[in-house]
Structure formats: C-alpha cells, structure tokens
C-alpha cells in the first residue's frame, strides 16, 4: 500500500465516517407544516409567517421575544426566541424558526426573516375607485 | 440600448476567439492574431459596456430596472458606484469585467511562453464567454429597461409635476396594507409617456435605493474583492486544461503556481472582509456563522490552498519527469473552478432561500437552468479530459513517497484541507434535499482538521524532501515542542483555557507558530523572498490561537441602561447618556459611557428605522483591544414617555364600531369629508378628512374631529385635543374603502413637556459581549494574505522559463 493513500485515505475515511454520523445527529429538516412541528421531538425549522395583528412581546427580564406564528393551513402557533428580536423583523413577510416545540411553545434557539423584495408580491388595489 | 449592443458584440468576438484560439491549437497557422483581436474586442465591448453602466449610476438613468432597483439619487458617491454590483445583474456585469482584465493579463503572461496562449486562453475565452452569456439581453442584462415588464413604483419616487396628467390615472394604483400608493409600470404607461413626450427618465426622479445592511464602507470593497477572486479562479482551471490538452505535465506546474498563489490570497481577502464586515457592522457579533454564502466561497479557497501545497510537491520533485501528485494537482486546479461556478449556483438560483441570511431574489428559471449548463458543462469539460487521459496518467506516474518526508507532509496536510472542504461542502449543500445542519456540525468536525493542520504546518517544514532521518527529526523539533508546550501551558494556567481539544488545538498551533518562527529568523538574514511561505503559516497558526479564544471563551449579556445610572458588565461601568441624530438625522448614536480603572470611553452603537425596508436596523460599536473587544451591540431603547407605551394607544375602528379606553366608550361615527373633497381628490390638490368620534365618560358625551390632510402622496395628521380628559387623538391611518381608522391616543401633558406625575425612564438595552484575542484572528489573516504575496511574487520570478 502506497504511504499517500494511507495517510490520505485514512483522514478521509475517518472524517466522512464522523461526517456521516454527526449530519444524522445535527441535520434539521424544514416543516412547514405546523401539526407536524409540534409532534416532532427533534430539532427543526418550521417556516410559517408571522401574525402581524397579534403583535410580539418582548421580556426583558428574561431577555426572550415571543410572537405567533401561522402556517399555509392556517395552524397557529406561539414561538418563544431566546435572543434579541432581529433586524428587519417588522417588515418580515415569512419567517423561519429553529427549536422544539415544548409545552405550547415553540422555543426558537434561532430566527430568520425574509422580507419582501418587490413590490409586485403584495396585493395592490385600484383606489381611483 | 448601447449597452445591450457592447455586451452582444462581446459575445460574438468571445466566441470568435474562442475558435481562433482552437484553430490555433490544431495547428492553423494566421488564426492567432485573430484570436488575440477577438479577444482585446470582447475587452474593449465589456470595458465599454461597464463604463456605460456607472455612467448610468452617476446620473441616475432610473430608465434601466437595475438602476431604478438598486440605485438611489441620495448617496455618496462610493456607495452609488457600489450599486454596480447591489444586485444580481451588476455583479455578473463585474465578474465578468474582472474576467476580462485578468483575462488581458494572461494573455499577455502565456504569450511570452511557446505554445502556452492557445490552448490557455482557450479555455479561459470559453468560461468568460458563458459569463457574457448570463449577461446578455435574454438573461440577466443591466441595461433592461423597467417597463418591460409590469412593475410597481412607489409614488414617492414618481416627479410630481407629471402625476396630474389624465391619461396617467389608469395606471394609480395603491395597497391597502401599506397605504402607499403606486404607478404601475408597463410598455403601456410607456407608450402613453411616450406619446405626451415624456421620458421615463424625467418621470421617475428616484430609484429604490441601496438595502442599508449594504450601505457602509466595507460593501464598497469585499464584494469587488471577491469578484477578482473569483475571476481569477477560472486561470488555474485554464492552466490544468492546457497541460491535459497537450498531455504535457511538467510546465504547467511552474506556469499556473503564481496564479493560483495570488488567486488564492484575494479570495481569502475578501473572505475575511466578509467576515469583518458581519462582527463590525452588522452586528452577528461574530466574523463567521457558517452562513451559506460564506461558506460557498470558503469552500473553493480551502481546495486552492490544498493545491497550493500538492503543486509545490510537484514543483519540487521535477528534476527528472514531470514530479509528484501530477493527478491530484490536475483534479484539484479543475476543482477550484467548478466550486465557485458551484458557489454561483447555489447562491444566485434562489435554491437557499430559506436557509442564509443573506437574501436572494428567484432569478426565474431560464436563470437557474442556465447556471445548471454552465456548471454542468464545465465539469464535463473538466473531468472529461481528465477521464480521456486517464489512462495515460495512471501508467506513467506512479511513485512512492517515503513516511516521513516533506512530500508526504504537505499532502496529508492538503488532504486535511480537503477532508475540511468536503465538510463545509455537503453542510452548505444539504438545503437542497430539503435539510440543513446546525454549526455544531461545522465546528465539531473543523476542530480536529484544525489540530491536523497545525501539527503538520509545524512538522512539514521539518521534514526535509525525500527523506528525514527519525533523529535529525526529533532534534530540530525540539526547541519548538518544549516552547509549545510551556506557552499552551501558561495559556491554559492563566487563559482558563480548559477544554480539552481546544488544548490540543492551542498545542498544535503554537507548535506551528514557533517552527515556522524558528525558521524565519535563520532566513531572515538569507533569502527573504522564501520568506512567504513562513510568514503566511504564522498567521495561519496565530489565526488559529485567535479562533480558540474568541470562539471558546466569548462571553455575552443583554442588559438594560437606565439613563444617567452606572451598571457593572464584565468589569465594566456601563452609563448610557443619550442619544445623537448622525447623518443628517437619519440615524441615532446613542452615547454609552465605559469606564475601566481611571480610562473613559465612549462606545456608540447606532439604530435608525430604515426608509427602504421600514425596519428597524442596529449598528454594534466595537472597543478594539489587543487582548480583547468589547462589543457593544443595540437592542431596544424605550424614550420612558409613558409607562409602557411609547406613542400613546392606538385603536383601530371601522364606521359605527365602539371600543372601551380606559373606562370610556369611544366611538367613530363618521367620516367628515369636505364637498370639495372629491374634487380635490383627482385634481391632486390638499384635501382634509375627518373622523367624528363621540366619547362618552363619566356619564358625559364629548366629540372630537381629528383629522387627516392629503395631498397626492403626502399625508399629515391634525390631532384633536379633549382637554377635560387630558386626551389627544391623532388619526395614524386611514382607509377609506373599509371605513376604517387607526387612532393613536395620548395624554396631552407628555407632548406638550408640562410636568408629569411619574418620573420617567429612559432606558437602551444592550447586548455587551467580551471577545478575547479576536484581534488574533485579523493579524494572522493579514499574516497569511502577506505571506502568499511574498510566495507570488517568488514563484512569478521562478515561473519564467
């Protein structure tokens, strides 16, 4: 056996060999169903939109933001972050968050917002009329 | 219009060329001179097309989708050129100018050597053809003009004097949920423009402007940077194609090293000022978060640097043949390559959108399929000339290397690169199946392959070529062990450094960090272009060492200023003393006082709601320290004004509806419109509206009439006072089709600054972390981007035949 792919051979075979075991262990899949959210015990981010009319609190003793979230069929859902409400979280259209559901609660160990880009994507009306 | 024609003309000539350079390479005879006028064309059309679009930036041509999208009449000068590349058509537009400058530079480079230009530019022709492709006018042109397709631009953004025009009103439109109204744009408007002789140049007077996350200093140089980066990625490709072209491996090596050495140095630049630009501005409060758009281009760095090291072995070992490693360096400069057309396609197809932080508009799916092709044309470029030489390359090199020598060093050190990139690789990549990882994944995995490359960044360069005897080994390491361990050993002691790999990482690096050290003192009184590599491993190491200690041992906190009052952090008296409009009122600073021991700083951190995308952004502020930053990142700020609310109470109401405030009925009645009102309305002239509201209190009726003036666009609240219950009411939103109205409602004595029974507070929360040695991490990559100029430099002497 030729020392090169010994030395090489052996690093690779052990990374991937961890690789493949740890992207089981860590892997978070994306649900956008909210039912499917809350019987889950792992990990995943659920993407949903935010529901502006039932406005977001943020506790600043216990420095969390909490707000609810709503998904296609309409499930609604509370999500508790550990953190600071993030930039651009007011004009977000969709959200995605990270965590377990818990007790009622989403706890959301991560938030990502999408904002609209184009004006195109909302619903404009005449109002001429 | 000229514009699309350059970029066409482009194309032509760039593809001319390309078959020049073929024809010259099957052995043509007067096609070369041909090709290299093909070439200096496409240059020319691409310069020419790229001045056409700043010039268009400069004055503002918000007739072109780009401009109007990415562009606004109100920046600094540096910001609006930045604009160039704000969005996905601009930076295609300057990665393929680049492409074409480096372009020019190596056809000059491989002019000077035999046969060398031909099969090169070739190659290199072809990659910057399917560049010119993507920015044609069917795909991704800047120089479409907005009405092509039906678009909606804000009124504000729309030249008054026009907006009177009759034939105009069909195109109003206005969104209920925003309240903004709007002038769709299509070829329609345009011909109606067209037709009273407007142009749209002079209709629309504002674009949208630039996204403020960009609009700071570093988005004027990380993302050109990277573009050469990435330009510079398709040499190494060019180079490893030649060689197989020609099925001739030994010149190639020498030729492509300075290449792929500064290629190599700008990507990890811009990288790292990606990186810089994420701590220092837009607050992540950290350099890097395995976001996928950092990983994507980390991934093609970390396979350069890998050949790096495999193609200097080759280098190395050419005193008869070709040398060491011939189809690994092959694979890995084709590799560099495909990764950033990989990269392109996973950033630019909209493929990501759920998973960065970075955001990405659909480019639609002509795009997407297009990036496809080009990725996928050119791995079958790549590795279909490497599968047809195959054959040849397995029979003819062939050799051994001895365990320990220097060859074999840098290759399992180049293995380790790779095993790293491989990693980051299907990390990045697991969005597309629909999953993703968590950064435990990047940082469990990473944190060995770090311990790997230390060790052999330090014991590589003991090994001497060939063969090391086991003694002479353990003698010239020696020095550098007891030093690694003696300083891991106080770091551990006095750092409180106590997790166990870290250790390890920490050992490992500082070993590396006193061999090279070690090393560079005895050269520095030699040959000091040798210099490079020394330096460069330094840095790696001291980079390393930062890593450990910011990564491992950060420290952070929220916690809420109260104005005026001191509260200790991390050792620290924090005080927050008010806040400043800056730029011209559009921002706030707000001023928090630090004291340490008898030193005074002043940290502001900045927040401003952005016009663009009416959020709230924050700015961190940043006390650089050699042992440590104190990052001081803004979270809220709370005026005190009323216990819990700062604007007072809003109640929304349609016609006829009641709501309880405060144990009065508060009821909307009707709207109160002026009979000139209507006519007013399509004239475009003010206009007043008004909303009776019966309060009833305490057993008493009362009305009130706040009102609402409108003119065009504009809209300004009149407020109407009920003084016997101390109350203002302002209307905050209207919308006349519902019936319904946004009241705010407020205590009068807040506003108008008379005394007030509770004493208010104003109070900045904060989020204040500790990062120790952070400032490790930017020495050891300036160490590093050093270290590969001085290599560059060494190896373009070294690669003139």
Same mark, same amino acid.
């Given at each position: 056996?030729?020392?090169?792919?010994?030395?090489?051979?052996?690093?690779?075979?052990?990374?991937?060999?961890?690789?493949?075991?740890?992207?089981?262990?860590?892997?978070?899949?994306?649900?956008?169903?909210?039912?499917?959210?809350?019987q889950?015990?792992?990990?995943?981010?659920?993407?949903?939109?935010?529901?502006?009319?039932?406005?977001y609190?943020?506790d600043?003793?216990?420095?969390?933001?909490?707000?609810?979230?709503?998904?296609?069929?309409?499930?609604?859902?509370k999500?508790?972050?550990?953190?600071?409400?993030?930039?651009?979280?007011?004009?977000?259209?969709?959200?995605?968050?990270?965590?377990?559901?818990?007790?009622?609660?989403?706890?959301?160990?991560?938030?990502?917002?999408?904002?609209?880009?184009?004006?195109?994507?909302?619903?404009?009306?005449?109002?001429?009329? | 219009?000229?514009?699309?024609?350059?970029?066409?003309?482009?194309?032509?000539?760039?593809?001319?060329?390309?078959?020049?350079?073929?024809?010259?390479?099957?052995?043509?005879?007067?096609?070369?001179?041909?090709?290299?006028?093909?070439?200096?064309?496409?240059?020319?059309?691409?310069?020419?097309?790229?001045?056409?679009?700043?010039?268009?930036?400069?004055?503002?041509?918000?007739?072109?989708?780009?401009?109007?999208?990415?562009?606004?009449?109100?920046?600094?000068?540096?910001?609006?050129?930045?604009?160039?590349?704000?969005?996905?058509?601009?930076?295609?537009?300057?990665?393929?100018?680049?492409?074409?400058?480096?372009?020019?530079?190596?056809?000059?480079?491989?002019?000077?050597?035999?046969?060398?230009?031909?099969?090169?530019?070739?190659?290199?022709?072809?990659?910057?053809?399917?560049?010119?492709?993507?920015?044609?006018?069917?795909?991704?042109?800047?120089?479409?003009?907005?009405?092509?397709?039906?678009?909606?631009?804000?009124?504000? +953004?729309?030249?008054?004097?026009?907006?009177?025009?009759?034939?105009?009103?069909?195109?109003?439109?206005s969104?209920?949920?925003?309240?903004?109204?709007?002038?769709?744009?299509?070829?329609?408007?345009?011909?109606?423009?067209?037709?009273?002789?407007?142009?749209?140049?002079?209709?629309?007077?504002?674009?949208?402007?630039?996204?403020?996350?960009?609009?700071?200093?570093w988005?004027?140089?990380?993302?050109?940077?990277l573009?050469?980066?990435?330009?510079?990625?398709?040499?190494?490709?060019?180079?490893?194609?030649?060689?197989?072209?020609?099925?001739?491996?030994?010149?190639?090596?020498?030729?492509?090293?300075?290449?792929?050495?500064?290629?190599?140095?700008?990507?990890?630049?811009?990288?790292?000022?990606?990186?810089?630009?994420?701590?220092?501005?837009?607050?992540?409060?950290?350099?890097?978060?395995?976001?996928?758009?950092?990983?994507?281009?980390?991934?093609?760095?970390?396979?350069?640097?890998?050949?790096?090291?495999?193609?200097?072995?080759?280098?190395?070992t050419?005193?008869?043949?070709?040398?060491?490693f011939?189809?690994?360096?092959?694979?890995?400069?084709?590799?560099? /390559?495909l990764?950033?057309?990989?990269?392109?396609?996973?950033?630019?197809?909209?493929?990501?959108?759920?998973?960065?932080?970075?955001?990405?508009?659909? @480019?639609?799916?002509?795009?997407?399929?297009?990036?496809?092709?080009?990725?996928?044309?050119?791995?079958?470029?790549?590795?279909?000339?490497?599968?047809?030489?195959? !054959?040849?390359?397995?029979?003819?090199? +062939?050799?051994?290397?001895?365990?320990?020598?220097?060859?074999?060093?840098?290759?399992? #050190?180049?293995?380790?690169?790779?095993?790293?990139?491989?990693?980051?690789?299907?990390?990045?990549?697991?969005?597309?199946?629909?999953?993703?990882?968590?950064?435990? /994944?990047?940082?469990?995995?990473?944190?060995?392959?770090?311990?790997?490359? #230390?060790?052999?960044?330090?014991?590589?360069?003991?090994?001497?070529?060939?063969?090391?005897?086991?003694?002479?080994?353990?003698?010239?390491?020696?020095?550098?062990?007891?030093?690694?361990?003696?300083?891991?050993?106080?770091?551990?002691? /006095?750092?409180g450094?106590?997790?166990?790999?870290?250790?390890v990482?920490?050992?490992?690096?500082?070993?590396?960090?006193?061999?090279?050290?070690?090393?560079?003192?005895?050269?520095?009184?030699?040959?000091?272009?040798?210099?490079?590599?020394?330096?460069?491993?330094?840095?790696?190491?001291?980079?390393?060492?930062?890593?450990?200690?910011?990564?491992?041992?950060?420290?952070?906190?929220?916690?809420?200023?109260?104005?005026?009052?001191?509260?200790?952090?991390f050792?620290?008296?924090?005080?927050?003393?008010?806040?400043?409009?800056?730029?011209?009122?559009?921002?706030?600073?707000?001023?928090?006082?630090?004291?340490?021991?008898?030193?005074?700083?002043?940290?502001?951190?900045?927040?401003?709601?952005?016009?663009?995308?009416?959020?709230?952004?924050?700015?961190p502020?940043?006390?650089?320290?050699?042992?440590?930053?104190?990052?001081?990142? @803004?979270?809220?700020?709370?005026s005190?004004?009323?216990?819990?609310?700062?604007?007072?109470?809003?109640?929304?109401?349609?016609?006829?509806?009641s709501?309880?405030? +405060?144990?009065?009925?508060?009821?909307?009645?009707?709207?109160?419109? @002026? !009979?000139?009102?209507?006519?007013?309305?399509?004239?475009?002239?003010?206009?007043?509206?008004?909303?009776?509201?019966?309060?009833?209190?305490?057993?008493?009726?009362?009305?009130?009439?706040?009102?609402?003036?409108?003119?065009?666009?504009?809209?300004?609240?009149?407020?109407?006072?009920?003084?016997e219950?101390?109350l203002?009411?302002?209307?905050?939103?209207?919308?006349?089709?519902?019936?319904?109205?946004?009241?705010?409602?407020?205590?009068?004595?807040?506003?108008?600054?008379?005394?007030?029974?509770?004493?208010?507070?104003?109070?900045?929360?904060?989020?204040?972390?500790?990062?120790?040695f952070?400032?490790?991490?930017?020495?050891?990559?300036?160490?590093?981007?050093?270290?590969?100029?001085?290599?560059?430099?060494?190896?373009?002497?070294?690669?003139?035949?």
């Amino acid at each position: 056996m030729k020392n090169k792919y010994m030395f090489g051979g052996f690093i690779i075979v052990v990374f991937l060999g961890v690789m493949i075991y740890l992207f089981t262990q860590t892997n978070v899949t994306y649900e956008s169903s909210f039912t499917k959210v809350m019987q889950s015990e792992k990990t995943v981010k659920a993407t949903g939109s935010w529901i502006k009319e039932r406005n977001y609190e943020i506790d600043r003793q216990n420095s969390t933001f909490s707000f609810y979230m709503k998904d296609d069929q309409g499930n609604i859902m509370k999500v508790m972050y550990h953190g600071t409400i993030p930039n651009n979280f007011e004009s977000s259209t969709s959200v995605v968050v990270t965590g377990k559901y818990n007790n009622g609660v989403f706890h959301a160990t991560d938030i990502l917002t999408k904002c609209p880009s184009k004006y195109q994507e909302q619903p404009v009306q005449n109002a001429s009329s | 219009m000229i514009g699309n024609i350059a970029l066409t003309l482009a194309l032509v000539a760039g593809v001319f060329s390309v078959i020049m350079y073929y024809l010259t390479f099957r052995g043509y005879q007067n096609t070369l001179s041909m090709a290299r006028i093909g070439y200096h064309t496409m240059s020319v059309m691409i310069l020419t097309a790229s001045a056409l679009l700043l010039h268009a930036i400069l004055t503002h041509q918000y007739q072109y989708k780009y401009v109007y999208n990415y562009s606004g009449s109100d920046l600094p000068l540096g910001l609006l050129i930045s604009t160039f590349y704000a969005g996905q058509e601009g930076s295609f537009m300057l990665w393929t100018l680049f492409t074409a400058i480096i372009g020019l530079i190596l056809l000059d480079y491989t002019s000077k050597r035999s046969d060398l230009e031909q099969r090169v530019m070739m190659i290199f022709g072809l990659a910057l053809t399917f560049l010119l492709i993507m920015v044609n006018p069917l795909l991704k042109s800047p120089f479409t003009y907005l009405w092509t397709t039906p678009d909606f631009i804000d009124l504000k +953004n729309i030249n008054p004097a026009f907006l009177s025009l009759p034939a105009l009103q069909n195109f109003m439109f206005s969104d209920p949920q925003s309240n903004k109204q709007f002038v769709q744009m299509s070829r329609d408007i345009y011909s109606v423009l067209t037709a009273n002789n407007i142009s749209v140049n002079e209709f629309i007077i504002q674009g949208k402007g630039l996204n403020p996350l960009l609009q700071n200093f570093w988005m004027q140089i990380h993302p050109p940077i990277l573009f050469v980066g990435f330009a510079m990625s398709a040499v190494p490709f060019s180079f490893a194609l030649a060689a197989l072209l020609k099925n001739e491996y030994k010149d190639w090596v020498k030729q492509a090293l300075p290449w792929v050495l500064s290629g190599t140095m700008v990507l990890g630049l811009a990288i790292m000022l990606g990186g810089y630009w994420a701590y220092g501005v837009l607050g992540w409060g950290g350099y890097w978060g395995w976001d996928p758009v950092e990983n994507s281009s980390l991934v093609p760095w970390l396979v350069g640097v890998a050949s790096i090291h495999t193609l200097l072995v080759q280098r190395k070992t050419q005193e008869k043949g070709s040398g060491r490693f011939v189809k690994t360096n092959l694979i890995l400069s084709i590799m560099i /390559f495909l990764l950033v057309l990989y990269s392109t396609f996973l950033t630019r197809s909209g493929i990501l959108g759920d998973a960065s932080v970075h955001s990405f508009v659909d @480019p639609g799916m002509t795009v997407y399929l297009f990036l496809v092709i080009f990725l996928g044309l050119f791995v079958i470029i790549g590795f279909g000339m490497i599968a047809y030489r195959w !054959k040849y390359l397995t029979v003819n090199f +062939n050799e051994e290397e001895n365990v320990l020598s220097r060859e074999l060093g840098l290759f399992t #050190g180049a293995v380790a690169l790779l095993a790293s990139a491989i990693i980051v690789l299907v990390g990045t990549s697991a969005p597309i199946f629909g999953q993703t990882v968590e950064i435990k /994944f990047y940082n469990e995995l990473n944190l060995p392959i770090a311990i790997i490359i #230390g060790i052999l960044n330090g014991s590589s360069l003991l090994l001497k070529w060939k063969l090391t005897e086991k003694k002479d080994f353990w003698k010239q390491s020696r020095f550098s062990m007891i030093a690694a361990v003696v300083l891991t050993a106080l770091i551990v002691l /006095f750092g409180g450094v106590s997790e166990i790999m870290l250790v390890v990482l920490l050992l490992s690096s500082a070993f590396a960090l006193f061999v090279n050290g070690e090393i560079m003192l005895k050269i520095l009184r030699g040959r000091k272009s040798f210099l490079g590599a020394y330096i460069a491993h330094i840095g790696i190491a001291v980079f390393l060492i930062g890593v450990v200690a910011s990564g491992g041992y950060s420290d952070h906190k929220q916690v809420d200023l109260v104005k005026g009052e001191k509260l200790n952090v991390f050792g620290y008296d924090l005080s927050f003393t008010g806040y400043e409009p800056i730029d011209n009122g559009k921002k706030y600073a707000f001023n928090v006082e630090i004291t340490k021991g008898s030193s005074i700083m002043i940290a502001k951190p900045v927040m401003f709601i952005a016009e663009f995308n009416n959020s709230l952004m924050r700015e961190p502020d940043i006390l650089v320290g050699l042992t440590k930053d104190f990052y001081i990142a @803004p979270v809220g700020y709370e005026s005190g004004e009323d216990d819990g609310h700062n604007h007072g109470n809003v109640v929304s109401l349609t016609k006829g509806q009641s709501t309880d405030y +405060n144990g009065m009925k508060i009821i909307f009645e009707s709207f109160e419109m @002026p !009979k000139e009102g209507m006519a007013a309305m399509s004239s475009g002239s003010e206009f007043k509206i008004g909303a009776s509201l019966k309060v009833i209190a305490d057993g008493k009726e009362y009305f009130v009439k706040p009102a609402m003036i409108i003119q065009g666009d504009g809209r300004k609240s009149e407020s109407a006072e009920l003084k016997e219950k101390n109350l203002r009411f302002e209307i905050t939103n209207m919308e006349a089709g519902s019936g319904r109205v946004d009241i705010e409602i407020s205590n009068l004595d807040e506003n108008s600054g008379s005394s007030h029974s509770q004493i208010s507070k104003e109070v900045l929360t904060v989020e204040a972390s500790i990062k120790p040695f952070i400032s490790l991490v930017w020495i050891g990559v300036i160490l590093m981007v050093v270290g590969f100029i001085f290599s560059a430099y060494r190896r373009s002497k070294e690669s003139v035949t």
